[in-house]
Every structure is written in C-alpha cells, then in structure tokens.
C-alpha cells in the first residue's frame, strides 16, 4: 500500500507522481500466494484512450470497440468481426452478442465459480436498442449505455444498466462522478462477496477519454504541464499514407494551445483513476486478499497530442495509437521489473483465464497466456516474434460539414480540414520484435495500395517510411507473413507464422 494517502501529497513533484502512481502500486510489494491456497483473484482496470510512449503493451487494433472486443474474447478482429466503434462494424451488435459475446473469457471464469463483477464503459454501441441485454458471465453489471451525445455524457448525466434495469445519473460529483462512482461499487462488491470463492473485476473507468471532465478537486492541476515537444510531435507526415499528409505543419499556436489544454485535462482525469488504484489495493490489503489477488492496470488503444501535426485522437497505425499500459502485480511476479517480450491485448484473456486454472486448449483464442513471462516459477512459455495490427476505417457517405472540398468518405474532422479518419485509411500491418530485427510492414487497401514500412530500432518514432529503400526480399517475407496473420485463427496466429 502507499506510504501516504491521496489527500497528503502536495506541490507539483508529488502530484506528478501520483499519475505515475497506478505503476508503483502494481509493481511493487508482490508476494506469492499462500502455500495449498485457493485460485488467485484477479481485478482488471481498463483506461479508455491512454497512450504510453516506452514499454507497456500492444493493441492489435487502435480503437475502442474492436480492441475491447479482443480484449474480452483474446481474438483479433477478422475472427471476432468487430470492425469499428459503429453498429454497422458490428460494435455490440446482435451477431457480436450471439457469437463472440456468448464465448468471452468471463463465461470461462464462471464455470471456475468466480464471483465476477463489471462496472464503466463496456462496449461504444452498448444497450444503443437493448439496456436489458446483461452478457454471459457477469453476476453484477454496471455498464455505460451509449445515448446520442455520449462523448458529452461519459463522467456526468450518464446512465448505466445495473444489472439490466436502467439508472440515470445527473451532474452532482458525490451521487455521479462516473470514476469514483466504479471505484465505490466495486469496493462495496468486495465488502459483499462470498469468502469462499474467488472474485473477477473488470473496471472500465472514462478517463483519459474526452471531453476529460476532472473531478473538482483536480481542475487545476497540472497548471504548467504542456504536450511533450518530442519525438513525432508536429513533424510533417512525409511519404505517409494521404491521410497523415493533410495537417496544416507547422501546427498555428491556436491548435499548440488546444493540445496542451487536452493533454493538461486529461492528467487531471487520471488523478481519479489513481485514486481508484489506490483504494482498492488498501481494500485488497484490508480483507487480507492483497497476497492472493492479481491486479491488471491498461487501456483499449493509444492516442495522439500533435503527433505528425494530428490533433487529437487515435487509429492510426503509430506506435503513439498502438502502445497502452501495461502494469501487473500479483502471485508470483517479481517486483520493480521490466519485461521486453510483445504482449498484445489479445493476450489478456488466456492469462486471466490460466490464473484461473482454465484449460485453455478448450478455448478459441488467437492470444496467447503471458503468465509465463511474469512468473516463470509457475510456467513455462515462449514470446511471440510476430505479430498483427489491423483496422477498417471509419467514414460517411456525404461530404463533412468541416471538409467539404475533400468529398465523401472521412471522418473525424476538425475545422481547419484535418480529418482523422476515413473509408480508406484501413489497413493490415505485420510487426517484427526480434533481437535483430525491429521492423513493421503495412499495407492500406486504398486505391493506392499504400505501403509503409519502419525500421524502428533506428526510427523509434517512426518519421521515415523506408519501402523504397528495404531489400525486395525483405517486403515480400514481410507480405506473405502479413497474408497468413490476417487469416490465422487459434493456434496459427501463434506458431507456424
């Protein structure tokens, strides 16, 4: 547990820390369970859209729906057919929810008498036609319902689906600030559970997602905090795909000024999430469950703050989009240790499920458990050296108000005619992590046949596209590694590549 409570820390070093807080609390302090125990529990707490720049974790796809779709069913999207964050991608829809949905990895934690318990955002499209739809799995169930302006209605004049029954939420902090009110419903689980088997949470808080409404306790922090200058930020988009050549570069002062004010809320939003790590770890350690729990800290996908002259947002192929959180603690894991080895979020599942004890040859995932890598006192297990990143854009049938001279076809538009998205800008990209070789190879289905590649151990940041310049043979092994991953399914998205 940390040394102080949230309300001690003062001046900007300590408040700073505290965002980095969730990494100290799931690292550090881990002992293994006790001798003839029971099964661990597990608690999973899933930031929406917060990037990390170094380490962490891959999303196989850098959007919300799709990778919390494989987040819950450890598949890659052509196998859970989860596509984009709209009805028609198949975000929450009825084929979703009588496939995949009905084979998610918290089907398999009942079946181990898990106590299970969800509560924040599910899925974009979710309880859209049906807030009485409760997935398989979950014995409590508070989740988000999508309404008209839901980027408006994510921390405040909300409504959830409790258990099927739908409950509004108005604008008072204590009764409806979104985040705390996760953290005090899955405190109250704990203080409710049944000692005799062991518990599941999912913990699906807002933050950092826009439109980054702080608690009122934290609108004024971070006063000084501005975008990081580095890496990508504000570069041109050169020899990229014609989507990332659009941004005005350099960026006007006005667009400067926004990205800081974004990325200053968005601190100030992760403050509650902090709080919430906080509070169930010194809850955890309050019922003598601390030893015996693993506890899983990450996101859905990246996000760019300026990156290649982007405003805001993600989708994009980027390490910036692509690279989420990764912190564990729990059983057999060391302490204050960095691992090196890709973990992607399809990954999730099959290591809950294995903490569980669940066979997972019984299992349809594409993933793969990295309980191994953590705690190789209790398996054995191989890396992958490969891996898929895939995307279908988003885009609509009439031209943007915002960007008319572009024609049909984007989305995502700002007012200065930067768009983020579009019907075009879907692609399939192959990632190679090996000792020798860090390098990603993708190809957009547009009527170009767009093609990047990046040599990331020498361009971390990935601002030259070398296809011109790699040996032919190398695109073509990278070609047909990427045809077979886009067509894998189980244990050949695994081995065999």
Same mark, same amino acid.
């Given at each position: 547990?940390?040394?102080?409570?949230?309300?001690?820390?003062?001046?900007?070093?300590?408040?700073?820390? @505290?965002?980095?807080?969730?990494?100290?609390?799931? %690292?550090?302090?881990?002992?293994?369970?006790?001798?003839?125990?029971?099964?661990?529990?597990?608690?999973?707490?899933?930031?929406?859209?917060?990037?990390?720049?170094?380490?962490?974790?891959? %999303?196989?796809?850098?959007?919300?729906?799709?990778?919390?779709?494989?987040?819950?069913?450890?598949?890659?999207?052509?196998?859970?057919?989860?596509?984009?964050?709209?009805?028609?991608?198949?975000?929450?829809?009825?084929?979703?929810?009588?496939?995949?949905?009905?084979?998610?990895?918290?089907?398999?934690?009942?079946?181990?008498?898990?106590?299970?318990?969800?509560?924040?955002?599910?899925? /974009? &499209?979710?309880?859209?036609?049906?807030?009485?739809?409760?997935?398989?799995?979950?014995?409590?169930?508070?989740?988000?319902?999508?309404?008209?302006?839901?980027?408006?209605?994510?921390?405040?004049?909300?409504?959830?689906?409790?258990?099927?029954? !739908?409950?509004?939420?108005?604008?008072?902090?204590?009764?409806?600030?979104?985040?705390?009110?996760?953290?005090?419903?899955?405190?109250?689980?704990?203080?409710?559970?049944?000692?005799?088997?062991?518990?599941?949470?999912?913990?699906?808080?807002?933050?950092?997602?826009?439109?980054?409404?702080?608690?009122?306790?934290?609108?004024? &922090?971070?006063?000084?905090?501005?975008?990081?200058?580095?890496?990508?930020?504000?570069?041109?988009?050169?020899?990229?795909?014609?989507?990332?050549?659009?941004?005005?570069?350099?960026?006007?002062?006005?667009?400067?000024?926004?990205?800081?004010?974004?990325?200053?809320?968005?601190?100030? #939003?992760?403050?509650?999430?902090?709080?919430?790590? !906080?509070?169930?770890?010194?809850?955890?350690?309050?019922?003598?469950?601390?030893?015996? #729990?693993?506890?899983?800290?990450?996101?859905?996908?990246?996000?760019?703050?300026? &990156?290649?002259?982007?405003?805001?947002?993600?989708?994009?192929?980027?390490?910036?989009?692509?690279?989420?959180?990764?912190?564990?603690?729990?059983?057999?894991?060391?302490?204050?240790?960095?691992? &090196?080895?890709?973990?992607? /979020?399809?990954?999730?599942?099959?290591?809950?499920?294995?903490?569980?004890? %669940?066979?997972?040859?019984?299992?349809?995932?594409?993933?793969?458990?990295?309980?191994?890598?953590?705690?190789?006192?209790?398996?054995?297990?191989?890396?992958?050296?490969?891996?898929?990143?895939?995307?279908?854009?988003?885009?609509?049938?009439?031209?943007?108000?915002?960007?008319?001279?572009?024609?049909?076809?984007?989305?995502?538009?700002?007012?200065?005619?930067?768009?983020?998205?579009?019907?075009?800008?879907?692609?399939?990209?192959? @990632?190679?992590?090996?000792?020798?070789?860090?390098?990603?190879?993708?190809?957009?289905?547009?009527? !170009?046949?767009?093609?990047?590649?990046?040599?990331?151990?020498?361009?971390?940041?990935?601002?030259? /596209?070398?296809?011109?310049?790699?040996?032919?043979?190398?695109?073509?092994?990278?070609?047909? @590694?990427?045809?077979?991953?886009?067509?894998?399914?189980?244990?050949?998205?695994?081995?065999?590549?």
């Amino acid at each position: 547990p940390p040394s102080q409570m949230a309300g001690e820390r003062r001046g900007p070093a300590a408040t700073r820390a @505290r965002v980095l807080a969730p990494l100290l609390l799931l %690292t550090c302090c881990v002992r293994c369970a006790a001798a003839g125990g029971g099964p661990s529990n597990i608690i999973l707490i899933l930031a929406d859209d917060q990037d990390v720049h170094l380490g962490g974790m891959f %999303t196989v796809t850098p959007l919300c729906c799709p990778s919390r779709s494989s987040v819950l069913t450890g598949r890659y999207p052509h196998n859970h057919e989860v596509r984009n964050n709209s009805l028609s991608g198949n975000c929450s829809s009825a084929a979703w929810q009588q496939g995949p949905e009905a084979s998610a990895f918290p089907v398999f934690l009942g079946k181990q008498k898990y106590q299970t318990f969800f509560a924040g955002k599910y899925l /974009n &499209q979710y309880g859209k036609k049906d807030v009485g739809h409760v997935p398989p799995g979950w014995d409590q169930w508070h989740a988000l319902v999508r309404r008209v302006q839901i980027l408006r209605m994510l921390y405040y004049n909300y409504t959830l689906s409790v258990n099927g029954k !739908e409950e509004k939420h108005g604008d008072v902090y204590e009764a409806d600030y979104l985040t705390d009110l996760i953290t005090n419903r899955s405190l109250h689980f704990l203080d409710d559970r049944s000692p005799q088997h062991p518990f599941f949470l999912m913990l699906a808080p807002p933050a950092p997602h826009s439109p980054w409404t702080a608690a009122p306790q934290y609108e004024k &922090q971070f006063a000084d905090v501005k975008a990081p200058r580095d890496g990508s930020f504000d570069k041109a988009g050169k020899d990229k795909h014609w989507l990332l050549r659009q941004p005005v570069n350099p960026m006007p002062e006005s667009s400067l000024n926004f990205l800081d004010s974004a990325y200053r809320k968005r601190w100030q #939003t992760l403050l509650s999430v902090d709080d919430m790590v !906080e509070a169930l770890v010194q809850k955890l350690d309050s019922i003598k469950e601390l030893n015996n #729990t693993y506890v899983f800290y990450t996101s859905d996908n990246g996000y760019h703050t300026g &990156q290649f002259s982007l405003p805001i947002d993600k989708r994009q192929l980027y390490e910036f989009d692509i690279r989420v959180p990764l912190m564990v603690r729990g059983p057999g894991i060391k302490p204050k240790q960095t691992l &090196q080895a890709p973990v992607l /979020n399809i990954d999730l599942a099959p290591t809950i499920l294995d903490i569980s004890g %669940t066979n997972l040859s019984s299992v349809n995932v594409d993933g793969q458990s990295f309980l191994p890598l953590m705690a190789p006192s209790l398996r054995n297990g191989t890396a992958r050296p490969f891996f898929l990143v895939e995307y279908t854009g988003e885009g609509h049938q009439t031209s943007d108000p915002s960007c008319p001279k572009l024609g049909p076809g984007l989305s995502q538009c700002f007012p200065d005619c930067v768009c983020e998205d579009a019907f075009n800008n879907t692609y399939a990209c192959v @990632r190679t992590l090996e000792r020798q070789h860090d390098l990603q190879y993708c190809e957009f289905a547009d009527s !170009e046949s767009f093609v990047e590649v990046y040599n990331l151990t020498s361009d971390p940041h990935q601002l030259e /596209n070398i296809v011109k310049k790699v040996d032919p043979a190398v695109l073509q092994a990278m070609n047909q @590694r990427l045809i077979k991953l886009q067509s894998c399914q189980g244990d050949s998205c695994r081995v065999g590549n």
